[in-house]
């Protein structure tokens, strides 16, 4: 199925306060993105995005599969995903570079791993079992961290390239998210841009935060505006990567969908941009 | 085994998030310039916020009715009692009125219990599709003899809710700036709940209804159904009643029970 608004590769995560606004106008958009876990019930909001399926491309970004989990994978909920796949038949499949669960207990966050040659093993047969369940080749996104682990002896930007290498799987690069950790932990975000290969990029996340009131800490909480320094990576990242399907996220203080459409309008010149300079 | 190590640091970052124990796993984390207790004390905040945040959501009129800190603590205390377990937030809070019926520290409330179950049965019911109805002409069809043999589907988002207590009555009048006084005493209250084309609708039923509607909704064949009905309430007119069950829009389907599942 192909979207006959996808002429823009900009995007929006589509949120349910807006989801009948968009219904009614249909906003040329290049893509719409859902969090999987809310569609995996025979719901209002599933008839919802499979009406908007016939006008655009869905990304299906999943947030609870805790691939980086030390327990085995929760089989209920691939099988869930699996069945939402085919219904929805998604562009695009992502995941995180993170855990969620232990002990059957969901922690409801996407927690950092510590970047050791175990966690490697163990997030890469993760990934294996997914896409082979999946039957879908998954993106894998960058995490945003408030720590790091002392035990871990691999940079964040070569665990991913290694998990692709791998697992063949692509990278989801969300740019906020690395804009918050290079703050946070300290270290240059174009230096990791770089570790990263064009060829593995299949999508960009873009999303606000904000500063904790220490300001020490910038907090990934998809409650504002894009940053101007996210923008400035988005163009670095436009450069390297090339035209990459783009999202704007917003999850908590949701606007006004017009906002959205805003940021999605401004990310769009920047991808048109690059897309022409090709 | 793959992860031996990986699992003790995450059971221990799982405790500094639901308990509080940051000590004990601090030593993992890097300083980076600022204290490791405060990094993690982050990840602890925010599954804190996000679980009271569901369940304040979902039961707005049972956090009225004890006041923002009583209902802190039961959210903390559910929360220890019953760590989620469900990768849907939307989920989380589905124990929480048996948990309220068990929970000494609000005892003086005999009726949140079920004012709980009456707001998550709103909350669930607003979460599932509304199905076309079928009308009862469909039953047109059906030989007279097998009539109380007939098994209705009826809508998916029905839920049902029987209380000792006004509990209706107590949600609407919490819907109001300035809460009326009600009378609590010999006021109970049956309701059915649904999702409707126009959105959740809900209505009392009288003992005979109630009786009937559920039995349906739990499968049971239309004879078996008005039985209970009748039970329930000897003045019970099966007629009217269906063709209520049909006018207020719940028939999605029916089916005959073969000879075997009769028989049982």
Known sequence: MTSRLSACGVGIGLRWPHAVEISALRPSLGLLEVHAENYMAETAALDELLGLRCDYAVSLHGVALSLGSAEKLDQDHLTRFKALIERVEPMLVSEHLAWSAIDGVYLNDLLPLPYTEESLELFCVHVDEAQDRLGRRLLIENPSSYLRYCASSIPEPDFLVEITRRTGCGILCDLNNLYVSAENLRFDPLAYLERLPTDAIGEIHLAGHHAAEDAQILIDDHGDRIAEPVWELYAEALWRFGPVPTLIEWDTNLPALEVLLQEAAHAGELFDARRLAR | ?264
């Not at chain 2, 809070?93 to 005999?110: R, V």
């Not at chain 2, 839920?159 to 109001?176: G, T, V």
């Open chain 2, 1 to 264: 085994m793959l992860g031996a190590s990986l699992v003790d640091l995450q059971r221990g970052i799982a405790r500094a998030l639901l308990d509080g124990a940051i000590d004990d796993v601090a030593s993992a984390i890097g300083v980076d310039g600022i204290d490791p207790g405060a990094r993690l004390r982050i990840y602890r905040n925010h599954a804190l916020r996000t679980f009271d945040a569901a369940l304040r959501a979902a039961f707005p009129v049972v956090c009225r009715l004890v006041d923002e800190r009583f209902f802190a603590y039961a959210a903390h205390e559910f929360r220890r009692l019953h760590p989620p377990r469900s990768r849907r937030l939307a989920e989380y809070g589905t124990a929480f009125p048996d948990f309220l019926d068990g929970f000494e520290a609000c005892k003086d409330l005999p009726y949140l219990p079920d004012v709980a179950r009456f707001e998550w049965a709103l909350n669930t019911a607003a979460m599932v599709r509304a199905v076309p109805p079928i009308g009862i002409d469909a039953l047109h069809p059906v030989p007279p003899n097998l009539a109380g043999c007939v098994v209705f589907q009826l809508q998916p988002s029905l839920r049902y809710c029987a209380s000792s207590w006004p509990i209706e009555a107590i949600w609407l009048a919490n819907q109001r700036e300035d809460v009326p006084w009600l009378e609590l005493a010999n006021r109970g209250a049956s309701i059915e709940i649904h999702r409707s084309s126009e959105g959740v609708v809900w209505q009392p039923l009288d003992p005979g209804d109630f009786a009937f509607r559920t039995a349906l909704v739990e499968g049971a064949a239309l004879a078996a159904a008005i039985i209970r009905a009748i039970q329930e309430d000897p003045r019970f007119d099966a007629t009217v009643s269906l063709q209520q069950v049909f006018a207020d829009g719940l028939v999605i389907d029916f089916r005959i029970l073969s000879e075997t599942e009769a028989a049982r």
